[in-house]
């Protein structure tokens, strides 16, 4: 199975700041990487697709890089709403895994 | 607009079983490859099964494989989910969600909101 490394698992951040996630996988997985957004009480939302696609309707300030083993993904200017915990997916193949996920929180 | 509505969880003694289902609106069903992803209370989200666009290839976790069952039927827009010998690491809310596309590799890009279930003795 392909793992997903994912860090910070938690990250603490300022309005107006840049927030950087890595993910990293055991092996390659070409741009087949997913990133979500979960906020408390509600399921996950897509928000950018094939390492650096982004979703339809998503805001702009959120971004993703990446290929082969190691991603990003940021945002450019932390919004209040943006209080979330962030996940990273690969679907190169089966088992889809999932990164462990990290809590972002407003300081 | 997608609407993805989950049913069928509840609490169940560890060997039982149950049947998730999930009702697709506002999209052509039999388009998209659909799957299950779970996520225990607190914690992270686990991939569970998925099914492609016809019903005709079914994928598993190693954790339920042999135990769940993902199924479809394109005519009434549902996904199910048959779980049978539960365990109580098997708890947890069960989401729906949609591939973009006919096979089961790709972007989630609509969920439904879950249907916790519960298994404990």
């Known amino acids: 199975d392909i793992q997903m490394t994912q860090s910070p698992s938690s990250l603490s951040a300022s309005v107006g700041d840049r927030v950087t996630i890595t993910c990293q996988a055991s092996?390659?997985?070409?741009?087949?990487l997913n990133w979500y957004q979960q906020k408390p009480g509600k399921a996950p939302k897509l928000l950018i697709y094939?390492?650096?696609n982004l979703e339809t309707g998503v805001p702009s300030r959120f971004s993703g890089s990446g290929s082969g083993t190691d991603f990003t993904f940021t945002i450019i200017s932390l919004q209040p709403e943006d209080i979330a915990t962030y996940y990273c997916?690969?679907?190169?193949?089966?088992?889809?895994?999932f990164g462990q996920g990290t809590k972002l929180e407003i300081k | 607009e997608v609407q993805l509505l989950e049913s069928g969880g509840g609490s169940e003694h560890p060997g039982g079983s149950l049947r998730l289902s999930c009702a697709a609106s506002g999209l052509t069903f039999n388009n998209y490859a659909m799957s299950w992803v779970r996520q225990v209370p607190g914690k992270g989200l686990e991939w569970v099964s998925s099914i492609n666009s016809g019903g005709s290839s079914t994928y598993y976790a190693d954790s339920v494989k042999g135990r769940f069952t993902i199924s479809r039927d394109n005519s009434r827009n549902t996904l199910y989910l048959q779980m049978n010998s539960l365990r109580a690491e098997d708890t947890a809310l069960y989401y729906c969600a949609k591939v973009d596309k006919l096979t089961p590799l790709g972007k989630l890009d609509s969920w439904g909101q879950g249907t916790l279930v519960t298994v404990s003795s």
């Open positions: 997916q690969q679907y190169d193949n089966f088992p889809q895994t």
């Open positions: 094939g390492a650096f």
């Open positions: 092996q390659d997985i070409r741009n087949y």
